[in-house]
């Protein structure tokens, strides 16, 4: 539970020290402190040496109440002020200092009336007053087995401010509010010494030396923020580089910014997440003048907004990841995602997800723009996302719907594209109605009929394949928290439909309430279900519904669920983090320690691999046995690139509809005419296609002149498919929006894209 802030010049690294002999600890949290409980405003001195604080009162660190981790218990408080003067032998025995500090919920320390580190409150250089609250809030980590955060003392600040013999350490914290459950203060300063003497002493059991970081097989994100703060909100504006030299590559912090370098503005994301040391962030890319700026990063589809996910409670490092990779194999869109390690302002956070943010876009989530001016006819139908999630606090920016979750409590459901304050009146009253006959639909008498049912207002199949993503994975927020839906024009289908999935760091076992650690029962309406929609419960009272379900996940079973198959993807990405989770478990040392919520805890890192791995097994059979439904033989286009694919169908009938022209190179002396081009030299070609079924594709072609006038047009073959597998070399039925090899008995390969 490490970080960083530099308060001296806008250095973008921060090098340690190669000299340091060893380290020791100058001040603990078990010392003797002075302290002031926050009721008026302290004297504009008392961060001084030459302070006189003689009415303050004195304790044993740390300080605080409500966890039960406190030596000296206060009355609650918005603030508290706490000064340990500490002796230094030789300053120039002295090469680096690191402040830990267990807090609840922000601080400001200085030394000698210097700042040196703040977290969660104001920026840099003010003085908060003795009732600012903190901007957000963060969990104390030591009563729960963890460790302290950590803040490295920028050198050259360090040696001008620390003087032989007696300093000051003066640490302000501060509470979310005074009504607040807790606050926490366990201050530790540790020196390191660059020779062999002992004039302090030995460091406390859990400290490990500052992490130098130089190199990973991972894309590396450098983020400089000048000195300022990031807060939860409002975002700062920064400078972030990313240095990329490719799969399977050395990448150095000291290499040129190769996939972006420029503007973003930065903020904390997340619930219950942003508690944590390691900091989830949101981003949006900027060019110069401050606008958005639209740009591809490390090979994702361009777009602005994007998210830097810190997988902490989730230890295997992969939860997330893999249900998103589960859901584009079941061909859905999902977050695209890439491993990354992060760097903010020199200080080391670890291993990272950079990730899309659910979003309209074609490239994300592909439904019609819904513009200010849609407000009747089709193109007030579509355009829209919503969620099922907690209540915000935020008034007119939910509903609530008119039927009560599973144990009778109330159901609120928010608009989250277009957001709630750009939607008119006519939108906002569209989308909720129609949500709202879906859910009478489903609750009336004749809720499986096909014509005036539940059928009528949702795409089934989303629905069914929504319901496995999270019934494999247990995810015990699922269903009720970060459920996302969205709708197109009624023209183009406009059901509502279920997904992205999102947020499953407490699923595959990560939870030690709500049963999320065992691998039996149902989480539809079992473990935290009581606060779940009615909806997916009832779905299943339907027999032909159940009965789909059934077939689906049969099918699922003998391909990307197959145990081998989510095995494999595990494995190959261990193998992919192997050294960058050494990194990350140094920076943030919780395997062997509890972190809310874990259920399982593993002493290494292959311990919760091996978790993992196990609890997934252990589900997929227990679903096997316990899955109700049969499966029957169902009719319609089985071809997952036909643009009637239906994924729940086993039995093709011969209605697949196509909408794609697959053109291998041309080579020619004379000029062609391909959709309207007139192909005159070599070169990559791409036509828009759209069917009679409405869809829409990209044909490519390559063409390529050969002098030698041999006229060779092979746009037709016949051969025979044997099958198709992704990029790496998993059989596969067909993904949109990926590259794929086809492989033919002839012995050749061809590599394909189609795109939505």
Not at 408 to 434: C, K, T, W
Not at 594 to 606: A, H, L
Not at 614 to 637: K, S, V
């Amino acid at each position: 539970m490490k970080k960083l802030i530099l308060l001296f010049g806008c250095l973008p690294f921060l090098t340690l020290s190669q000299n340091i002999d060893h380290w020791e600890t100058v001040v603990f949290e078990d010392n003797s402190w002075k302290y002031l409980e926050g009721n008026f405003e302290p004297d504009t001195n008392w961060r001084k040496l030459a302070f006189n604080d003689a009415t303050w009162l004195q304790g044993i660190g740390g300080v605080g109440y409500g966890d039960g981790d406190d030596n000296t218990i206060i009355n609650p408080v918005t603030s508290l002020y706490l000064r340990k003067i500490f002796n230094i032998t030789d300053t120039s025995e002295i090469s680096e200092a690191v402040l830990h500090i267990d807090y609840d919920d922000s601080f400001v320390a200085y030394l000698n009336n210097v700042e040196i580190a703040r977290s969660n409150i104001g920026i840099v250089g003010d003085h908060p007053l003795y009732t600012q609250g903190s901007s957000s809030l963060h969990e104390a980590q030591m009563y729960q087995g963890g460790t302290p955060d950590q803040f490295i003392i920028n050198t050259q600040l360090l040696n001008n401010i620390l003087i032989q013999g007696n300093n000051v350490l003066s640490v302000q914290v501060h509470n979310d509010n005074i009504s607040s459950s807790d606050l926490t203060a366990r201050i530790f300063l540790s020196l390191g010494v660059n020779t062999s003497t002992n004039n302090y002493l030995p460091t406390p059991s859990w400290f490990q030396p500052p992490l130098i970081f130089t190199t990973s097989n991972l894309p590396i994100v450098v983020i400089n923020t000048n000195s300022q703060n990031i807060m939860d909100d409002p975002r700062i504006v920064c400078d972030m580089g990313i240095i990329d030299n490719g799969f399977g590559t050395i990448n150095s912090i000291n290499d040129p910014f190769n996939d972006y370098n420029g503007k973003i503005s930065i903020e904390y994301r997340g619930s219950s997440s942003q508690s944590f040391p390691k900091k989830p962030y949101g981003l949006e890319t900027q060019d110069s003048m401050g606008n958005n700026n639209n740009v591809s990063l490390l090979g994702m589809p361009i777009e602005n907004d994007w998210i830097l996910y810190a997988p902490y409670s989730d230890k295997a490092l992969m939860r997330n990841f893999l249900t998103f990779d589960l859901g584009r194999k079941m061909g859905h869109y999902a977050p695209r995602t890439v491993y990354c390690e992060l760097v903010i302002n020199g200080d080391y956070k670890g291993v990272y997800i950079l990730m899309e943010k659910i979003k309209r876009d074609k490239d994300r989530v592909d439904i019609a723009k819904l513009d200010a001016d849609d407000l009747a006819g089709d193109s007030l139908t579509g355009g829209y996302i919503i969620k099922v999630d907690k209540y915000t606090g935020t008034g007119g920016v939910d509903w609530l719907s008119d039927f009560p979750n599973i144990s009778g409590g109330l159901l609120y459901i928010q608009y989250h594209y277009p957001e709630a304050a750009v939607l008119q009146p006519q939108q906002l009253n569209y989308i909720e109605q129609y949500v709202d006959s879906f859910e009478y639909a489903l609750n009336g008498l004749n809720f499986a009929d096909t014509s005036i049912g539940y059928a009528k207002y949702i795409d089934v199949n989303s629905f069914i394949d929504f319901y496995i993503i999270n019934e494999i994975s247990k995810n015990i927020d699922g269903y009720r928290l970060s459920t996302y839906m969205h709708k197109d024009k009624q023209s183009k289908g406009g059901k509502l439909t279920m997904g992205p999935f999102w947020d499953f760091n407490l699923a595959f076992g990560n939870a030690d309430y709500c049963n999320g650690g065992i691998t039996s029962g149902w989480e539809v309406n079992g473990g935290c279900g009581g606060n779940n929609p009615f909806w997916f419960e009832r779905l299943l009272d339907d027999t032909i519904y159940e009965n789909k379900l059934k077939c689906r996940w049969e099918y699922l079973r003998e391909k990307s669920f197959h145990q081998d198959s989510i095995f494999n993807v595990i494995d190959s990405m261990a193998l992919y983090l192997n050294d960058a989770q050494l990194r990350n478990f140094q920076q943030w040392p919780t395997l062997g320690n509890y972190v809310w919520p874990n259920f399982y805890i593993g002493n290494t890192y292959q311990d919760e691999l091996n978790f993992f791995k196990n609890w997934i097994g252990d589900r997929l059979l227990w679903i096997d046995n316990n899955l109700g439904g049969n499966c029957y033989e169902i009719l319609g286009c089985n071809d997952p690139f036909a643009c009637n694919f239906d994924p729940l169908a086993n039995t093709n009938d011969g209605s697949c509809n196509y909408n794609t022209a697959s053109y291998d190179t041309l080579f020619s002396t004379i000029t062609i005419n391909w959709n309207g081009l007139n192909l005159l030299s070599s070169g990559d070609y791409s036509y828009s296609l759209i069917n009679s079924s409405g869809c829409d594709s990209i044909a490519n072609i390559n063409f390529t002149i050969i002098i030698s006038g041999i006229l060779n047009l092979p746009i037709t073959q016949s051969k025979y498919l044997i099958k198709v597998t992704d990029v790496l070399g998993r059989e596969t039925k067909g993904i949109k929006n990926e590259p794929l090899f086809y492989i033919y008995d002839d012995g050749s390969v061809e590599r394909k894209l189609f795109l939505k």
